[in-house]
């Protein structure tokens, strides 16, 4: 861990939430939500679910990413009156999982919810199943590719290159601060990167997107799950998913099977937590990318 390079904020929150495997929550120990200073307003959280950001405006507060249950976010906000007692304003969501949006339903009513135009297309179509996003809050703002704006004194980059994590992944730029909030497209719990198929994500878009947020002007890049990381460590990622990526092009084309690529290509990933469902591997996804396959 290298959280000796921010200045950290001593609380530790007990969160009352259940832990999660990318967005579906399982009932596992609690551990705290952790909030430390990145530089001056810009705070980020983990715990509870996916990472999130805290910006602190002239009047108000920015959170990018919700948390996954109405009990973690609600301690994620308790902490966060530890540092301000400026209300949350706006809520900016970098995709549609489960982990990052359904904390919502403990946030202030009337509150601006910024997503990109697909992640509020699949948050919509998530009100008809089993897990649906909080239906009170739904996006009051979209942005297809790009979209520079100042919001409570902070300027912000709202950015889409492709689909990649999902459809609707949107990367949040702070170029005053040089920080970059990247959701799960990038995540360090995983050996490779994570593409949800079923939300039509790519591994060619993430390539593209992946590319686009190490052109930024930043430092500081937060991901959707894990660490703070360096431009070295995203470079390094997408070297080794290049190599990776090339490898089951290759097996796929040479006519080996799915199970033969798993075989031959061990993939580290974390277990499902109990009672959550798994996500297909990177391998996986490729190969059902170059064989046009789905099951």
Not at 130 to 144: E, G, I, K, N, Q
Not at 163 to 191: C, M, W
Request: proline share 6%.
């Amino acid at each position: 861990m290298r959280h000796g390079r921010f200045s950290a904020v001593a609380l530790a929150v007990v969160a009352g939430f259940c832990a999660f495997a990318f967005g579906v929550p399982a009932q596992q120990a609690n551990p705290p939500i952790e909030v430390k200073q990145l530089i001056g307003d810009v705070y980020w959280a983990e715990g509870g679910g996916g990472n999130t950001g805290f910006i602190v405006g002239k009047d108000g507060v920015l959170v990018i990413d919700a948390k996954t249950t109405p009990e973690s976010a609600k301690s994620m906000l308790e902490s966060l009156q530890k540092i301000t007692p400026k209300p949350v304003t706006h809520a900016i969501i970098t995709h549609s999982d489960a982990d990052h949006v359904n904390g919502l339903a403990a946030f202030p009513k009337g509150i601006a919810v910024i997503t990109q135009v697909n992640c509020k297309k699949e948050m919509e179509e998530s009100l008809k199943t089993d897990r649906p996003a909080p239906a009170d809050y739904m996006p009051t703002h979209t942005v297809d590719k790009k979209e520079s704006m100042t919001l409570d004194g902070i300027r912000f980059e709202f950015l889409h290159w492709a689909p990649a994590h999902t459809s609707g992944d949107l990367v949040v730029y702070l170029p005053q601060q040089k920080i970059v909030f990247t959701g799960d497209i990038i995540t360090t719990n995983r050996e490779f990167p994570l593409i949800h198929l079923e939300k039509n994500g790519s591994s060619e878009g993430w390539f593209t997107t992946v590319k686009g947020i190490l052109a930024l002007d930043a430092d500081t890049f937060v991901p959707g799950h894990g660490d703070i990381q360096t431009r070295a460590d995203i470079q390094n990622l997408v070297a080794k998913s290049q190599e990776r990526h090339a490898k089951v092009v290759e097996m796929a084309k040479a006519g080996k099977s799915l199970d033969a690529i798993k075989a031959a290509l061990p993939e580290k990933n974390p277990p499902p937590a109990p009672g959550a469902r798994g996500f297909a591997g990177y391998d996986e996804v490729v190969y059902r990318e170059v064989t046009k396959t789905t099951n």
